[in-house]
């Protein structure tokens, strides 16, 4: 959102808020489902440079290709060691797969790591305005 649209949502009495702090996640949570979007990510990348079809993925590590799309869109009904054992099945290495999930070797416009709350850049969800008081 550039700069003008959110000052101008701002003074009609909208609070503009990240997903973290609009769902009011703790650091914790919050980091879970940024590895897991990472996690997610990553197999769909590595899916897509090896030009295989997520049935392909899907017989590898024993599951259907219906799981594997819920992986790939990090669905939160697939467990994080699943979503491991999709990667490795495809060939990443554990430390590779460590070093993209912590952002070290991921896109640089996309940073995977957790924000810390009080932090100034946040990512506006959805535009919600406060009740009028007075």
Do not use: C, W
């Not at 879970?32 to 590595?46: G, K, P, S, T, V």
Request: proline share 6%.
């Amino acid at each position: 959102m550039d700069a003008e649209k959110r000052a101008r949502l701002e003074a009609k009495g909208y609070k503009l808020m990240d997903y973290a702090e609009f769902l009011g996640l703790s650091p914790e949570e919050q980091a879970i489902i940024e590895m897991r979007r990472a996690l997610a990510r990553i197999l769909r990348d590595q899916r897509l440079a090896q030009g295989i079809p997520q049935s392909t993925v899907a017989a590898k590590v024993r599951t259907t290709q219906r799981r594997v799309s819920l992986m790939e869109s990090a669905d939160n009904s697939i467990s994080l060691d699943k979503l491991f054992a999709a990667n490795f099945a495809l060939g990443v290495q554990p430390s590779e797969l460590l070093k993209r999930v912590s952002g070290d070797l991921s896109d640089p416009f996309i940073d995977h790591r957790p924000k810390p709350r009080a932090s100034s850049r946040k990512r506006p969800v959805k535009a919600i305005r406060e009740p009028a008081t007075g």
